[in-house]
């Protein structure tokens, strides 16, 4: 049977005056092994504040990192974000005109009540020199509103009588339309989907409904497209290019090896403008590559290599090669070269010992090297802006056109943030398909 029994020993500190006693139970098991356990609470306590002081000492050694990346990434995304959603320039700047714009119902006309107040907000924001902030809002949802506006305003500055809805419809009869009042309505709540509509080449009917937008301003869904198709271009160029580099790393002497990473380190020694000009010239209907070509008979007339697709696949697998060696060449390091050797022992073929015994111990880098060159590829900029010209620009040159010309923050806003949501839904498909635990970087 198992019994239990106490001990009682006596502690000595660092301090000879201070003894502290100390209670063990032991328990006897059927076994005959005997397991200690201390009892006394003032031990579980220091051990507790020991472990404590531990988990805070940790925490403020990686407290800089976590606010660096909440103050360089977490708000400024949060940031994009709210303002893809917001929409403040009319309850800011003519807060009667969004309050009673809530209770139209897109049925009819507006009635007199709404005009008046229209017409008086307007002639209020003139004066408060604040009517081009609504009227640059309301033109990027109709155009043509910018001019209805001011010109409007211009006139109801010097207009005496009652009958607003008759005047402003016989001054301009696109106050007659629904359109018009649709842009009000639309930009009345303080947060709307207009920004991620028009990132879809979507838009608010005159009735409040989702409609397409006409033909010649669909712009945004087909550059996405492009984008995610050149994305995928360059990642399987790299992954055709660098797996087979890796592997012939991974099996070279460490001298060869050490001294052929070196190369594939040294454009990280040179500035991205500097590799992407060099493309340029070399990518010229008389730069270095057609020249090439022609010299050696393989073509009469010079490719278009440049401000087109082909120079944005040719100039951003170069850069993004790198990105796919050294995740896949880390791994590939690592894995025993018996294996191989074993598989063919048992009767594979080379081929087959490769494709079932070494391949799928070389996936995790592949994985990796595949997932970070999509990611750099799909939000490139300097590079497409370049080289590709007008037929090769990706959505990056859209969101940096929107940020800092067109200073449509909203539009630039959500088009940052249907991209960042494509890659997450992407990277969720992998994640189901490959798994995220077989990403791996050595």
Known sequence: MPRSFSKQYLKHSKNPSIHQQIEIDM??????????????????????????????????????????????????????????????????????VAKIMQRWDYQAIPDDEIFKTVAQSMVTARENKTIGRVANRLNSENSGMRSLMTGTARKLAKYKGDDYKAFMIDLDPDWGQMETWGAFKVISNPYTLTHY????????GGDGSIVAKPEKYQIYVDN?????????????????????????????????SNLLMIMVLLPFWTSLLVRTSAWMVMLQSKGVVNSLLIYLGIIDEPLALIYNQVGTVIAMTHILLPFMILPTYSVMKNISPVYMREAC??????????????????????????????????????????????????????????????????????????????????????????????????
Not at 78 to 87: A, E, V
Not at 226 to 255: A, D, E
Not at 373 to 384: A, E, Q, R
Request: hydrophobic share 50%; glycine share 8%; proline share 6%.
């Open 27 to 96: 328990s006897e098991t059927p076994s005959g092994a005997v397991i200690y356990q201390l009892t006394d609470q003032s031990i579980k306590q220091k051990l507790k504040k020991a472990e404590r002081r531990h988990k805070t000492r940790a925490f403020l050694l990686v407290a800089p990192l976590i606010l660096f990346v909440l103050f360089t990434f977490i708000f400024p995304l949060g940031s994009m974000l709210l303002r893809s959603i917001s929409s403040p320039t009319m309850t800011e700047y003519m807060p009667d």
């Open 345 to 442: 022992s048992l009767g594979a073929t080379p081929a087959q010992a490769f494709r079932r015994v070494y391949f799928p111990q070389s996936l995790p880098g592949l994985s990796a090297g595949a997932v970070l060159v999509f990611i750099l590829s799909i939000g490139y900029y300097i590079t497409p802006a370049l080289v590709g010209g007008s037929t090769g620009q990706m959505i990056s040159y859209l969101i940096a056109y929107h940020m800092q010309q067109s200073l449509n923050w909203g539009l630039g806003a959500a088009l940052a943030g249907t991209l960042l949501f494509v890659v997450l839904v992407l990277f969720g498909v992998y994640n189901r398909i490959v798994g995220s635990s077989e990403l791996k970087l050595g």
């Open 224 to 256: 996405l497209l492009k984008t995610l198709k050149l994305s995928l271009i360059v990642t399987f160029l790299c992954i055709l290019l660098g797996y087979p580099l890796s592997y012939y790393l991974s099996i070279l002497p460490p001298g060869k």
């Open 197 to 204: 509509l028009a990132a879809l080449d979507l838009e608010y």
